[in-house]
């Protein structure tokens, strides 16, 4: 298994990732492009994250198939001393794949990343209703100390 | 009232905004620096969030005076259809300054900054323990819908 950047060629895989789940089908994504026909806001987003030091879309690349993913955003800030924080957003693992242990390899190196970029605090959110998610953080060392408050625009 | 971005002559005042709260006491984060010895950290931090379009650090400046603070994160995303989001992070109002409607001005403020940036959602986390701003955020009309993970590193 192997962690790295996402490439173009795996948007496609990643749109996958992203749909193939029942809270974000609730969100009206339930068919993904799966083809070059992805559409331009996305390649767009893509492009933007690409060239951004402080977003990185990883892909768990498992011998060339795309089998888990998430973004990291690094933000630097004032607060704790000028500590810069890692935001992970977008965690999935494909569903043939989950439960052996693919998701906490992906955190950990999640995490090394934070560590190598000098953040001193990661965080992310999860929707209350995810309660193996929960299990899944609170075991990786996550503490659910706050409230994760969203506003639809 | 007006609102504006950050400039480096701000920073004592926002540090000293981070600090005045009991929660970030508990950081160890009591003695704020007032004058220029602030740290290097904090200065490279500045000078990062100043530099990058997708980070803004507000200040709310009545008249010359800095009495409230948040930092933008705007976020490309491939999630929800390559959706923008906007993380809204450190807010603060100035101890003698609450209760009389800024905060919610200012919170108006950093969601029109995220609709002209054209994002489709905006996040915070709060910590649970801030039955206040709960209040505060519902009212503004976010939804408590996720638990917020927080793991030093």
Redesign the interface.
């Known amino acids: 298994m192997k962690f790295r950047t996402a490439a173009r060629a795996d948007?496609p895989a990643?749109?996958q990732l992203?749909a193939d789940d029942d809270i974000?089908r609730d969100?009206g994504?339930g068919d993904a492009p799966v083809a070059e026909d992805v559409?331009a806001?996305?390649?767009?987003?893509?492009e933007?994250?690409d060239a951004?030091p402080?977003?990185e879309?990883i892909v768990a690349d498992d011998d060339g198939e795309v089998v888990g993913t998430c973004?990291l955003?690094f933000?630097?800030?004032?607060?704790?001393?000028?500590?810069?924080?890692?935001?992970i957003?977008?965690v999935r693992v494909r569903a043939d794949r989950r439960g052996a242990g693919l998701g906490r390899e992906l955190m950990r190196y999640a995490?090394t990343r934070?560590?190598e970029r000098g953040?001193?605090?990661?965080?992310?959110?999860?929707?209350?209703r995810r309660e193996d998610a929960?299990r899944f953080?609170a075991g990786?060392?996550?503490?659910?100390?706050?409230?994760?408050?969203?506003?639809?625009?």
């Open positions: 948007v990643v749109l992203l974000s969100r994504f559409d806001a996305i390649w767009a987003a893509f933007e994250i951004d402080n977003n879309l973004q955003t933000t630097p800030g004032l607060s704790r001393h000028g500590a810069r924080r890692l935001t957003e977008a995490l934070a560590r953040c001193r605090i990661a965080q992310l959110t999860t929707d209350k929960h953080y990786l060392g996550f503490t659910a100390s706050h409230e994760g408050l969203k506003l639809a625009l």
